[in-house]
């Protein structure tokens, strides 16, 4: 699986420069923050925005704001499940390469 079916993109729509480029984009967020990580951040910040919520009534547009969480934290483990994908590859021909 590669980065473009990880996020239901179609990759005959951009050319590989631009692919390049989205590419370097995500590798560059998780650079500095792991894919999990950065989730459980999401996480915690939306328990706490439910919790504050709650006190007070939830909004029109909880339901919306519900999917679109669901949506990026399915698109963090599919992009974390991925590069460890890329990087268990990268060690198998790594080590069939040096026998």
Not at 37 to 65: A, C, K, P, V, W
Request: aromatic content about 12%.
């Amino acid at each position: 699986m590669n980065i473009f079916e990880t996020l239901a993109l179609d990759p005959q729509r951009y050319t590989p420069e631009v692919q390049t480029r989205l590419f370097k984009e995500v590798e560059n967020l998780f650079t500095g923050v792991p894919p999990d990580n950065l989730r459980d951040t999401i996480i915690e910040m939306y328990q706490i925005y439910i919790m504050h919520e709650h006190q007070y009534g939830f909004s029109s547009t909880f339901s919306d704001m519900a999917c679109h969480i669901y949506s990026l934290l399915d698109t963090l483990r599919k992009i974390e499940f991925t590069i460890r994908e890329c990087k268990q590859a990268n060690v198998v021909t790594t080590q069939a390469k040096a026998t």
